[in-house]
């Protein structure tokens, strides 16, 4: 009888499923992906599916995006968790996020997707009010008890062009407000000083302008690849945000 269990065994060890199989090998590195203002973490979906159907371990931040600091504080509660060195991945206002908790020892790499990378002494805001000639602002509203949202008659448009009108829409509808603390809040660490940076640079982008981005990946030194696209990418081109990533995560190696 033992010996026939022992058989059912190896048996069943030897014939494990297709799917099993064909798994991607454990890689070296996880990702955790930092989302920015007036949207949730959700919007990563498509490529957290990729990304982890590819082998990675990948963690999601949820953040307030009330202060600064307090996002910087629940992306390096995500870090910690992380059981491998980390990739770690911002878009848009997150780059602000990741570039001030991304001085985590932890941390091998920057990625910035249609993302700010603010300096030491400079705010979001800073950045924002640059002028752009020739480039469209992000159009928000006049503050509202401590808080920026888009214009809802212009989200569309400036945020998610390329994006299903029907998840465009919702992503309108449920629009996260924007604490002015997290907007203001003058960086007193600047993390792509120290470490390698990525960043995918939108063309089509409304909400922060290509000459912007440009600018801010070039003072970083950053390894950058242009993508016709609007601000949100990662929902509009997921393929090629996930590949990028992928591509940082084996030149973090």
Do not use: C
Request: aromatic residues 6%; without cysteine.
């Amino acid at each position: 009888m033992k010996h026939l269990i022992a058989g059912v065994l190896l048996a069943m060890a030897t014939t494990a499923s297709p799917a099993a199989q064909a798994r991607a090998p454990d890689k070296p590195v996880s990702i955790v992906l930092v989302h920015g203002a007036f949207v949730d973490a959700s919007g990563w979906k498509s490529v957290y599916d990729i990304l982890t159907k590819d082998g990675y371990e990948v963690l999601v931040v949820q953040n307030p995006t009330v202060t600064l600091e307090g996002d910087a504080e629940a992306t390096r509660q995500v870090i910690a968790k992380a059981t491998k060195p980390v990739l770690l991945v911002g878009h848009s206002y997150g780059g602000a996020v990741i570039t001030l908790a991304g001085d985590d020892p932890k941390v091998k790499s920057l990625v910035y997707i249609a993302a700010y990378e603010p300096d030491v002494g400079e705010s979001v805001y800073d950045l924002a009010t640059r002028p752009h000639p020739g480039e469209e602002a992000a159009p928000l509203l006049p503050p509202a008890d401590g808080f920026l949202l888009v214009d809802p008659a212009k989200f569309p448009t400036s945020f998610a062009a390329d994006v299903d009108a029907s998840t465009t829409r919702f992503m309108n509808a449920s629009q996260v407000p924007w604490g002015l603390r997290a907007v203001q809040f003058k960086l007193t660490k600047a993390a792509w000083k120290n470490k390698p940076v990525h960043h995918m640079l939108t063309l089509d982008d409304h909400m922060i302008p290509p000459s912007l981005q440009h600018f801010m990946a070039s003072r970083a030194k950053a390894k950058v690849v242009e993508i016709r696209s609007s601000h949100a990418v990662m929902l509009s081109h997921p393929k090629e945000v996930a590949a990028f990533i992928e591509t940082a995560a084996a030149d973090a190696n």
